[in-house]
């Protein structure tokens, strides 16, 4: 019987409490119709802290201007195109006559209101981005009003990765306000984050006058910890950016180590092979979006790679049995030879698709990235770039090592006379592997085109930087191509802040010129009879 007395007391105040809060909500939202602007600031603070999502609706037309009054009863409706919604109950009315509605006024002030009450509203929301864009956003505004609805909200918070975002804000909330050992924890909390906006809240504390001393100290201690964190953010975001940049480099640079290494051609037009690459996915992306649904066309680029190795490849096996196989031994004709091909090509590029950058869009799956620490923006097409670069390597060792073709190719490599005495036809081991190096430059194209615009120059910008690969890391080695590349393209990266992006180029090229005095052959030299004459 006491059980009953007591589930029959609890029913009744459920009942009792549910009235006066949706009267609440009803008088609150009636408010914002007043023409007293008082009345509407303290109704749109209030709804915000009420935590109702009825009020969102309400408040956003208020905000932009498409809330309205109805003159025969005062009730506020919503406009939306000609027709209006009552705004407690959502229902529709239908069209109106002017005379019979009247615009609600709004002001700077309490846009501003309305925006702080919509952001404390997001944090009750169903849908789970919502709250947290809504959590990250309280950081920027930590009064005590927004503490309270951010404490609510954790109580009924689920979501690990929104309760974090939550935490951080309350935290921040708690810098400015609050007993003394509140705020010291606070600071504490926020010391352990090398998040920018951290830093720039707790320089607010250090220079508030009116702040205790304890708590400015603590700041500064706080703002100490953050900029060590930050100076070791720095280097890892510079060694990821070099790794990013070696492995272009490396893309750009293995097909010519590989050429240069079996036939000792200086192949100049290897940067136009790049090109042709990223020309044949511009190409494959404006096919696709001529013929495929608009949810597949992201797939261009998987089928770009087969056909930007197949078009690059073709042109350098037509390069080597109509040009270069004539001109073997004579390296400065080569040279020049190829130079010429090169301005050939970039002109019929220029002739094709005339001398304007295109544009390669990124599928969907390499738009944007992820911040792996504060401050450190991992973008998704440098890194599936750095992973492909290591999955060719992969794929051309295993070439290389496990099978006759790169068998054949390491024996020409290392003795063309006794090779050829061996029966291994060179001529043929020649164009198939300036064939292999050229499609792989534009495979390399491909990637690049993610990065960057497309034009009639892009080969121009990393030939250069291949040769100093190649000749850093020893001819003909993948090992040493593979370090020189990610070498390299870290210590760009890591004296660009210093000495800047030009003498940056300048010292690494230095380097090399003193290098190959010390170690003519590079890094990895090869070893063989033919190579070591």
Known sequence: ML????????????????????QGFEELVRKLASDNFSEKLQAAEKLGDLGDGRAVPALKAL??????????????????????????????????????????????????VIAASLSKLSLFSDDRATRLAAAKAAFANPTPETAVALERALRSEKDPEVMA????????????????????????????????????????????????????????????????????????????????????????????????????????????????????????????????????????LILSLPIAFLVSGAVGVLLERGVIRHLYGRPLE????????SLVLQQAVRSIFDAQNKEVANPDWMTGGFDLVAGFFVSWNRLYIIIFCFLMLAIIAVILRRTAFGLHMRAVTQNRDMAAAMGIPTARIDALTFGLGSGLAGMAGVALSQIGNVSPNLGQIYIVDSFLVVVFGGVGNLMGTLVASLSLGVINKLLEPFAGAVLGKVAVL???????????????????RFVEQ
Not at 334 to 341: F, Y
Not at 511 to 522: K, N, Y
């Open 334 to 341: 080569t040279m020049l030879a190829t130079w010429g091909i």
């Open 165 to 300: 975002a939550i935490r951080f804000s309350l935290a921040a909330a708690g810098v400015s306000a609050g007993a003394l050992s509140d705020r010291l924890k606070a600071i504490e909390a926020l010391a352990g984050t090398a998040d920018p906006q951290v830093r720039n809240l707790l320089n607010t504390v250090v220079n508030d006058r009116n702040a205790p001393s304890e708590v400015v100290k603590a700041a500064r201690d706080a703002l100490a910890s953050i900029e060590r964190q930050l100076a070791i953010v720095n280097i890892i975001e510079n060694v990821f950016q070099g790794i990013s940049l070696g492995s272009v480099l490396l893309l750009a640079a293995v097909g010519l180590a590989i050429t240069f290494g079996v036939m000792g051609v200086i192949n100049m037009a290897h940067g136009e092979m790049i090109m042709l690459g990223a020309y044949t996915a511009y190409t494959v992306q404006q096919v696709c979006r001529a013929v495929l649904p608009a949810d597949l066309v992201g797939f261009y």
């Open 63 to 112: 905000a932009d201007g498409l809330l309205y009054v109805r003159t025969s009863d005062q009730a506020p409706l919503i406009q939306n195109g000609s027709r209006y919604f009552d705004a407690l109950t959502g229902q529709g009315l239908g069209e109106l006559p002017d005379s019979e509605v009247g615009k609600v006024r709004v002001n700077n002030r309490l846009r501003g």
């Open 510 to 528: 230095v380097f090399i010129i003193l290098f190959i005095q010390w170690r003519p052959r590079g890094l990895f030299a090869l070893k063989g």
């Open 3 to 22: 059980v009953l007395r007591i589930l029959a007391g609890v029913l009744l105040l459920a009942l009792a409490w549910q009235p006066t809060h949706a």
